[in-house]
């Protein structure tokens, strides 16, 4: 069946960095579009960084400069790398496999805690 775990969460001072890692399994890894997302309590899930199977990527407004996304078809992994970090960015990230027109796939969530 279809897996994707996240891993690296954790708590980190504001400034910091801190990297989260989603591997995939039951799933055809290289033409998939991967993604992060991020849901806080009482808020709907939102779009972080996205990345298609060409290798193209697309992120939010609010972290552009600071998170990298990227991935890595061999490993069937993908990675975001957070930079800069800010008490806003605390959240539940969720790794994301999506095949047009609408087929997604969802992780359980990592949390990252960013303190102030």
């Known amino acids: 069946q279809v897996q994707l775990v996240e891993s690296g969460g954790g708590l980190v001072q504001a400034g910091g960095s801190l990297s989260v890692s989603c591997a995939a399994s039951?799933?055809?890894?290289?033409?998939?579009?991967m993604g992060w997302y991020r849901q806080t309590p009482g808020k709907q899930r939102e779009l972080v960084a996205t990345?298609?199977?060409?290798?193209?990527?697309n992120y939010a407004d609010s972290v552009k400069g600071r998170f990298t996304i990227s991935r890595d078809d061999a490993k069937r992994t993908v990675y975001l790398q957070m930079n800069s970090l800010k008490p806003e960015d605390t959240a539940v990230y969720y790794c994301n496999a999506f095949y047009p027109p609408n087929m997604n796939y969802w992780g359980k969530g990592t949390l990252v805690t960013v303190s102030s």
């Open positions: 990345t298609t199977s060409g290798g193209g990527t």
């Open positions: 039951g799933i055809w890894f290289r033409t998939a579009a």
